[in-house]
Structure formats: structure tokens, C-alpha cells
């Protein structure tokens, strides 16, 4: 019965390791995410890169973080008080925000499995479907 125990707290213990943020560098990086910074964020220096349970955390010396799941996809860009670029933006999204908050522009978009969520630089926070139509302010 010892052993049992000794067993099930060793995996768990292993377990609980094997799911922590680690550091890794850029090039552990899936190349769709490595491709996506360089395409987007080109000039801007990496600071660190955190591989956490299937996803990807990404620093940039600007204040950026990006969030990557395990295939490279995009999951969230937060370029804090600056412009996210505007080629990550769908086409749906950019024209609503144009012509709904035209003296505003979007600090954060998040990709969520029902559709986006992006945040103004005025802290608004605006969900939208997966074709980029406007659902509500959150």
C-alpha cells in the first residue's frame, strides 16, 4: 500500500513539473509563430519566449506580448498602449471600429473559439463573431 502511494504521489509530483512555465528561446518556436513575428513585429527584439502547457508566451522590448497555441496559430496580441498592426486585424473589425470609434484604434485582439475579442485604447472592450460582425461591448 507504501508503494501505491509513493507511486501516485511520484507521477502526480511529475505532472504538476511537466506543466510549468519553462523558458525557451525563438527558434523552439513552431515557424508559423516565428514567421508571424517577423512578418509583424520585424525590428522588434524578442525578450523571452515561455512555453507553458501547449502554448506559447512571447515578450518583445516594446512592451508586446503575444500568445501562440502549439501549431503557431495566433491566440492573443497585446501591444498595450500602441496600434496592434493592422494586417492581424480581420477586415470586418477594422471597418467597424473605424466607423464606430474613429478617433480610436485597437491595443488588443484575442482570438476565442466563438470569435474575437479586441480592446480600444479608451479600455473598451468589443466581442465580435468568427466573420468579424460586431456582437457586443464587454
Sequence with gaps: MKKV????LALFTVNVFASCDRPVTF?????????????????IEVISVVADDGHYEVYLSDGTE?????????RDVDCKRKAVPAAI???NITNYVK???????IVRIE?????YEVELDNDLD???DKNGNFQNVD
Excluded: C, M
Design 5 to 8: 502511494l509513493i507511486l501516485i
Design 27 to 43: 527558434s523552439d518556436l513552431p515557424s508559423k509563430a516565428q514567421q508571424f513575428i517577423n512578418q509583424h513585429f520585424n525590428g
Design 66 to 74: 503575444l500568445e501562440f497555441d502549439r501549431k503557431g496559430e495566433w
Design 89 to 91: 486585424i480581420p477586415t
Design 99 to 105: 466607423s464606430k470609434f474613429p478617433s480610436n484604434f
Design 111 to 115: 482570438k476565442k473559439h466563438v470569435g
Design 126 to 128: 468589443l466581442r465580435f
